[in-house]
């Protein structure tokens, strides 16, 4: 066998390739679609097989996917949950069948912290209290004034609706006028994100100072309906949201959005390091967080061709 390798100048004892299962959300906004560019890319730059599944925001056709790469004998088994809870039964699958798990972009709510190697994403909290921050700031402006906030939030139970809610509410608590009149889910989309804030404004007319959304799909959505309400996006209505695509950027150069929030989605590199460490049996950090800044709309011009999502 050795002869023939060398006559083929192949290496005889070529490393197999690596085989990652990876279950996606969906493809539900702007920042997905980069998140699902990240990690294809470094897969096929590091020589990675990977085994791509979209679970179209289910949380059943996660279970599925992960059961299927169990099933493919797969050496590692990444994953951006839908929602937080409900994985300690398939992620025991997954440890009995000696499968390593990686947690890319969300977190989970599981029995057994080691149910998972590590877990690689943004600190949605504190993106909810860097929302909240600015609007603190920004509210310093009309001390007076009550000011009536709308929230569009997340994907019902997903981790980054829980903490970005959790994180603007904690830090708008220190001004008694900011007040969340109305709060419900636009499943991180520009449909849903439009017609619940058509319905808000349906509700609450005028009366809305700010709309706070968890993502910038939603936001852009909402826009629309804010424009066709005629009222002015940015002006009449503050719009802050988090992410920061290159729609954010180009709404905030139109002056319709004031501020985004960044949540970095390019975690393909990262992931595939990981990957790598915790098949070798190398030890990982079980948190790994990424670096994020706040876009207002006064550095959006300059900022924008540096945009990479
Ligand atoms: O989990 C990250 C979130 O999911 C992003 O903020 C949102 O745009 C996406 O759908």
New binding site residues.
């Given amino acids: 066998a050795c002869l023939a390798a060398f006559a083929l100048n192949v290496p005889a004892f070529a490393a197999k390739p690596l085989v990652i299962g990876f279950s996606q959300?969906g493809a539900?906004?702007?920042?997905?679609t980069a998140n699902t560019v990240s990690i294809k890319e470094a897969a096929k730059k590091e020589g990675i097989t990977l085994k791509f599944a979209d679970a179209q925001q289910k949380q059943e056709n996660q279970v599925k996917a992960i059961r299927s790469f169990i099933a493919q004998r797969v050496d590692l088994i990444a994953f951006?949950p839908v929602v937080e809870s409900g994985w300690d039964t398939v992620l025991r699958e997954a440890k009995a069948a000696k499968i390593p798990v990686i947690l890319t972009?969300?977190a989970v709510n599981v029995s057994d912290p080691a149910l998972y190697a590590t877990f690689l994403g943004?600190d949605f909290v504190e993106e909810g209290r860097r929302a909240g921050r600015w609007l603190l700031e920004r509210a310093k402006k009309t001390p007076d004034a009550a000011i009536n906030i709308v929230e569009l939030q997340?994907t019902v139970g997903?981790?980054?609706a829980l903490d970005r809610k959790k994180g603007f509410d904690e830090v708008i608590a220190a001004n008694p006028k900011l007040k969340v009149i109305r709060s419900q889910t636009g499943d991180?989309t520009r449909a849903k994100g439009k017609e619940v804030m058509e319905a808000f404004l349906k509700a609450e007319g005028k009366k809305i100072n700010v709309l706070y959304a968890?993502?910038?799909?939603m936001a852009i959505g909402a826009i629309q309906a804010i424009e066709e309400a005629g009222m002015k996006p940015g002006k009449d209505i503050v719009v802050i949201s988090?992410?920061g695509v290159k729609g954010a950027f180009e709404a905030m150069i139109a002056g319709k959005l004031n501020v985004t929030v960044e949540?970095n989605p390019l975690l393909g590199p990262q992931l595939m390091q990981l990957a790598r460490d915790v098949v070798a049996n190398k030890p990982v950090p079980k948190r790994v967080v990424t670096q994020e800044s706040v876009f207002p709309a006064e550095v959006a011009a300059k900022e924008f061709p540096n945009r990479k999502y």
Avoid: K, L, Q, Y
């Fill in positions: 959300v539900e906004s702007e920042w997905r951006s972009d969300r943004s997340g997903s981790a980054p991180f968890h993502n910038d799909d988090i992410d949540c």
